[in-house]
T-cell receptor, first 112, second 114 residues
Framework: KQEVTQIPAALSVPEGENLVLNCSFT??????LQWFRQDPGKGLTSLLL?????REQTSGRLNASLDKSSGRSTLYIAASQPGDSATYLC???????????FGTGTRLQVTL | ETGVTQTPRHLVMGMTNKKSLKCEQH?????MYWYKQSAKKPLELMFV???????ENNSVPSRFSPECPNSSHLFLHLHTLQPEDSALYLC?????????????FGNGTRLTVT
């Protein structure tokens, strides 16, 4: 059974810092991996999707990497801003018809 | 606007009440989902509908009863709930259930069972 772990559970950084969020999964036979953002009291917004054959995806200040063999993904946020404060969730899909398995998220706070 | 609208945003109900959660999507998607998000737990998939047919039911207690009258609307009927059912209930939709179709989430219904 796939398990997804995100460490740390919470993180506070000053504005302008570059930071890395971690995601690990127990079964390396994945179809894709996605990173989502969730603002308080809101639903999830998809940020980046990495196919199992890809090593990384970039969108603006966000870069997500995937190392399938070691069961790890990282989300790199450059030049963090207070507006980046949110919970970031990682989710993996085991096969094209499989459901997503989510981690518990990392709650990020970017301070002024 | 997310394209997926959930009502109500907040709901408080007693254990003997019957209530319904509503979800509506205007994205032309064919698949709709109910997820449960409890504090400090990963999102749990409850039900999946594809073209109004239920294709997945993840061992959800019968006190939760989904209904999908058409591809744009999804309901979750609730009756005789327990306090541990208090959570954020999220609806999502996607173009189809398989492949890389991204999920689009609503803002959820915060349910409190007293």
């Amino acid at each position: 059974k796939q398990e997804v772990t995100q460490i740390p559970a919470a993180l506070s950084v000053p504005e302008g810092e570059n930071l890395v969020l971690n995601c690990s999964f127990t079964d390396s036979a994945i179809y894709n991996l996605q990173w989502f953002r969730q603002d308080p009291g809101k639903g999830l917004t998809s940020l980046l999707l990495i196919q199992s054959s890809q090593r990384e995806q970039t969108s603006g200040r966000l870069n997500a990497s995937l190392d399938k063999s070691s069961g790890r993904s990282t989300l790199y946020i450059a030049a963090s801003q207070p507006g980046d404060s949110a919970t970031y969730l990682c989710a993996v899909k085991g096969g094209t018809a499989s459901k997503l398995t989510f981690g518990t998220g990392t709650r990020l706070q970017v301070t002024l | 606007e997310t394209g997926v609208t959930q009502t109500p945003r907040h709901l408080v109900m007693g254990m003997t009440n019957k209530k319904s959660l509503k979800c509506e999507q205007h994205l032309g998607h064919n698949a709709m989902y109910w997820y449960k998000q409890s504090a400090k737990k990963p999102l749990e998939l409850m039900f999946v509908y594809s073209l109004e047919e239920r294709v997945e039911n993840n061992s959800v207690p019968s006190r939760f009863s989904p209904e999908c009258p058409n591809s744009s609307h999804l309901f979750l009927h609730l009756h005789t709930l327990q306090p541990e059912d208090s959570a954020l209930y999220l609806c999502a939709s996607s173009l189809r259930t398989g492949g890389d179709s991204p999920l689009h989430f609503g803002n959820g219904t915060r349910l409190t069972v007293t």
